[in-house]
Each structure stands twice: as structure tokens, then as C-alpha cells.
Nanobody
Framework: QVQLVESGGGLVQPGGSLRLSCAASGSILSLFTMGWYRQAPGKQRELVATTTRGGSTRYADSVKGRFTISRDNAKITVDLQMNSLKPEDTAIYYC????????????WGQGTQVTVSS
């Protein structure tokens, strides 16, 4: 019903920046929360940043002050500006969205690899 496609991942040196983008398509009018999760090798998937339809944001403590999430409600896209990247930011980053119009549903993108290394 909803498809999420991420872009913008890649290889960057420590201290550098990347910008991730996620585009939603399908039954997009009901989406409430959109954002980003990440999963590093051998670790659990964790929240990075989310934003609601009304603009409320949530960040993981590890990325506060470095990452900024933004949402375009007209185009139904969500971006993640990542600055001052650290090696521990290396992970697969997944776009996330949910809807609570009828039943609570969640949607996930296929993921994009971010590698921070010198």
C-alpha cells in the first residue's frame, strides 16, 4: 500500500556530511510519522530520528546536535542531514513511516548503507 525508497547513502570520512532522502508513494495521505532507523552489524535496529505530520521531532541521544530531520508534507519526503559523522554512525539506514487511520500499520524502506571511515 505504501512504498518507501531511500537514497543518499555512501562512504564518507569522519567529520564529513551526508544527506539521506526518502520518498513515499502509494496510499500516502494517511501517513503520520516518518523518519529513520539504523542497524549496525551485530546490533539491534535503533531509532535515529522521526517527525510527525505536525512537525514534532524525536532524536536519539547519540545524534542530537549532529543530525537534522526534515519533512515535506506536500511531496511526502523525509530527509536526514547528517553532519560531523563518526565511525560509529556506520550502519544500514532505513526509512520508516506509519499510519493510524484504521489500524496501526508500519512501513519500511529497503535500506541504504552509510559507511564512515578514513
Amino acid at each position: 500500500q505504501v512504498q518507501l525508497v531511500e537514497s543518499g547513502g555512501g562512504l564518507v570520512q569522519p567529520g564529513g556530511s551526508l544527506r539521506l532522502s526518502c520518498a513515499a508513494s502509494g496510499s500516502i495521505l494517511s501517513l503520520f510519522t516518518m523518519g529513520w532507523y539504523r542497524q549496525a552489524p551485530g546490533k539491534q535496529r535503533e531509532l535515529v530520528a522521526t517527525t510527525t505530520r505536525g512537525g514534532s521531532t524525536r532524536y536519539a541521544d547519540s545524534v542530537k546536535g549532529r543530525f537534522t530531520i526534515s519533512r515535506d508534507n506536500a511531496k511526502i519526503t523525509v530527509d536526514l542531514q547528517m553532519n560531523s559523522l563518526k565511525p560509529e554512525d556506520t550502519a544500514i539506514y532505513y526509512c520508516y513511516a506509519d499510519s493510524i487511520v484504521t489500524t496501526f500499520e508500519t512501513y519500511w524502506g529497503q535500506g541504504t548503507q552509510v559507511t564512515v571511515s578514513s
